[in-house]
């Protein structure tokens, strides 16, 4: 059976023979160090094209003193834009629909995440806000198909993709893949709240929007499980465990303690434990962002205090169950619980994950508790952190051993004060990109020209993202 890994494969080995590079704008082969020539698409064979967008490019690129690190933040920064976008209309509104890249599909978290960095400069940029209000909208009609999915086709009545056709669960028409992922449903929301708090503006938050954002309350509360499974279960056909959950589809027990119930990871793998401390602490965040616009734009008080309760009872569960001891005996958070006294002590590159905390918000970067478990994650005490003559960083089950995710060392970078270790995340993105002038999803350790997905919009804008942070905060880096 066709699987999602065997899809991309298939794409790696095409790119790198040059037979899908006119379909696959993203994906490059390796360029000559000496002649560093933008890699975008011609201006006419871009999918959108903003002014502000343009304008912020030209000048941080300006202020980067190393030739390489410039080329590949103008590669970089605006590959979302260039190659991902559709603008169109969907029920006679506009409608944005955002591919991951080379999948024809768009995931909830992956395009919220893609779209995030550009929120700061919607305010001036009339194409921008109209990205934004369609991608909103588009958001809030996925989750009225169904708020289980992760992933969506472009037609709202096609087919699954490939590998999804033969799942056991309750497919639906225009859902591409459904893995139940507890940061499916805050992405949205945090890329509403972003967008309403950048612009006032309030007009994607219709009625539409509204009975979404109810669904997604009601989805919660279901799979807090406390009085039976809930509706969702998810069986796949595979020789990788990871593709499928345990005990007819609803993951191994748990005992209900208030946290909300995950069966996969941001990875789109199967949680081993299905209590997961990041994504719990992720909705606790954008359920409170989902109380402050429901007060805000709605005057719906009840909406934003049955938001509120919810995320009490999941903060005060998740601070009760999920932290844990390191060998010193520092308390650190687990990564996966199951309520009954187990924990899952790891971290995985994906966002939400243990690292990545403080960049959603769900802590401070001061926090005695987080700077002990970002300590721990960045060691090898963690299983899937790897370090090699290329670089060192986490990766996961999703790729296996030895698979560094450049995610992971934005993350690591995004989430520090120490020049030092900024400099160093800054080098190993520079030097592991195997000449494309691209982030891949993965490369091993200590052999960078063996990558993952050349073609991973997320990771491409996330490193601009990092560029733009570093540039605010620690100029002297970019123009030494």
């Given at each position: 059976m066709s699987t999602r890994r065997d899809f991309l494969k298939w794409c790696s080995?095409?790119?790198a023979s040059g037979i899908v590079s006119s379909t696959m704008?993203?994906?490059?082969?390796?360029?000559?160090?000496?002649?560093?020539?933008?890699?975008?698409?011609p201006t006419g064979k871009r999918k959108f094209v903003s002014e502000a967008v343009e304008r912020q490019l030209a000048s941080v690129k300006s202020t980067i003193g190393d030739p390489k690190l410039a080329w590949m933040f103008?590669?970089?920064?605006?590959?979302?834009?260039?190659?991902?976008?559709?603008?169109?209309?969907?029920?006679?509104k506009?409608?944005?629909?955002?591919?991951?890249?080379?999948?024809d599909a768009m995931w909830l978290r992956d395009s919220s995440a893609q779209v995030a960095p550009y929120l700061s400069l919607a305010k001036s940029d009339p194409a921008l806000q109209r990205l934004f209000r369609g991608l909103i909208r588009r958001h809030a009609h996925c989750i009225r198909i169904d708020p289980y999915a992760n992933a969506f086709m472009p037609d709202p009545h096609a087919r699954p993709l490939i590998w999804a056709r033969h799942d056991d669960?309750?497919?639906?028409?225009?859902?591409?893949?459904?893995?139940?992922?507890?940061?499916?449903?805050?992405?949205?929301?945090?890329?509403a709240h972003g967008y309403w708090q950048a612009t006032a503006d309030t007009e994607p938050f219709d009625d539409d929007w509204r009975a979404a954002m109810h669904r997604v309350l009601t989805t919660f509360r279901e799979q807090q499980r406390k009085h039976d499974r809930g509706p969702y279960h998810f069986q796949r056909t595979s020789e990788i465990p990871t593709e499928t959950q345990f005990l007819g589809g609803y993951g191994n027990p748990t005992r209900p303690n208030g946290m909300i119930h995950s069966m996969f990871r941001p990875s789109d793998d199967a949680c081993l434990y299905p209590l997961?401390?990041?994504?719990?602490?992720?909705?606790?965040?954008?359920?409170?962002q989902l109380a402050q616009m429901s007060r805000a734009i709605h005057q719906d008080l009840s909406f934003a205090l049955d938001c509120e309760a919810l995320a009490d009872e999941v903060e005060q569960a998740v601070r009760r169950d999920g932290r844990a001891h390191d060998a010193d005996g520092h308390e650190i958070w687990a990564y996966e619980i199951d309520g009954f006294g187990n924990q899952l002590l790891m971290d995985d590159a994906n966002v939400p994950g243990l690292l990545s905390l403080p960049y959603l918000a769900c802590c401070d970067r001061t926090d005695l508790v987080y700077r002990h478990t970002r300590e721990w994650t960045w060691s090898s005490r963690n299983p899937y952190f790897f370090k090699g003559?290329?670089?060192?960083?986490?990766?996961?089950?999703?790729?296996?051993?030895?698979?560094?995710?450049?995610?992971?060392?934005?993350?690591?970078?995004?989430?520090?004060?120490?020049?030092a270790q900024i400099r160093q995340c800054l080098t190993w993105l520079r030097d592991t990109d195997a000449g494309t002038g691209?982030?891949?999803?993965?490369?091993?350790?200590?052999?960078?020209?063996?990558?993952?997905?050349?073609?991973?919009?997320?990771?491409?804008?996330?490193?601009?993202?990092l560029i733009i942070d570093v540039q605010r905060k620690h100029p002297e880096l970019l123009r030494n």
């Amino acid at each position: 059976m066709s699987t999602r890994r065997d899809f991309l494969k298939w794409c790696s080995a095409a790119a790198a023979s040059g037979i899908v590079s006119s379909t696959m704008p993203g994906m490059v082969v390796a360029q000559t160090p000496s002649t560093y020539v933008s890699k975008r698409p011609p201006t006419g064979k871009r999918k959108f094209v903003s002014e502000a967008v343009e304008r912020q490019l030209a000048s941080v690129k300006s202020t980067i003193g190393d030739p390489k690190l410039a080329w590949m933040f103008e590669n970089c920064y605006p590959n979302t834009l260039d190659t991902t976008v559709e603008l169109g209309t969907l029920e006679g509104k506009p409608d944005t629909f955002v591919i991951t890249g080379d999948i024809d599909a768009m995931w909830l978290r992956d395009s919220s995440a893609q779209v995030a960095p550009y929120l700061s400069l919607a305010k001036s940029d009339p194409a921008l806000q109209r990205l934004f209000r369609g991608l909103i909208r588009r958001h809030a009609h996925c989750i009225r198909i169904d708020p289980y999915a992760n992933a969506f086709m472009p037609d709202p009545h096609a087919r699954p993709l490939i590998w999804a056709r033969h799942d056991d669960t309750d497919m639906k028409p225009g859902v591409g893949e459904r893995k139940w992922e507890i940061d499916s449903l805050c992405y949205p929301i945090r890329l509403a709240h972003g967008y309403w708090q950048a612009t006032a503006d309030t007009e994607p938050f219709d009625d539409d929007w509204r009975a979404a954002m109810h669904r997604v309350l009601t989805t919660f509360r279901e799979q807090q499980r406390k009085h039976d499974r809930g509706p969702y279960h998810f069986q796949r056909t595979s020789e990788i465990p990871t593709e499928t959950q345990f005990l007819g589809g609803y993951g191994n027990p748990t005992r209900p303690n208030g946290m909300i119930h995950s069966m996969f990871r941001p990875s789109d793998d199967a949680c081993l434990y299905p209590l997961s401390v990041p994504a719990n602490l992720f909705a606790v965040v954008c359920l409170r962002q989902l109380a402050q616009m429901s007060r805000a734009i709605h005057q719906d008080l009840s909406f934003a205090l049955d938001c509120e309760a919810l995320a009490d009872e999941v903060e005060q569960a998740v601070r009760r169950d999920g932290r844990a001891h390191d060998a010193d005996g520092h308390e650190i958070w687990a990564y996966e619980i199951d309520g009954f006294g187990n924990q899952l002590l790891m971290d995985d590159a994906n966002v939400p994950g243990l690292l990545s905390l403080p960049y959603l918000a769900c802590c401070d970067r001061t926090d005695l508790v987080y700077r002990h478990t970002r300590e721990w994650t960045w060691s090898s005490r963690n299983p899937y952190f790897f370090k090699g003559r290329a670089a060192e960083g986490i990766g996961g089950p999703h790729e296996g051993l030895r698979m560094i995710w450049p995610m992971s060392i934005m993350m690591y970078a995004l989430t520090s004060d120490d020049s030092a270790q900024i400099r160093q995340c800054l080098t190993w993105l520079r030097d592991t990109d195997a000449g494309t002038g691209f982030m891949h999803e993965s490369f091993d350790q200590d052999d960078p020209s063996h990558f993952t997905r050349s073609w991973f919009a997320w990771a491409n804008t996330l490193f601009g993202e990092l560029i733009i942070d570093v540039q605010r905060k620690h100029p002297e880096l970019l123009r030494n």
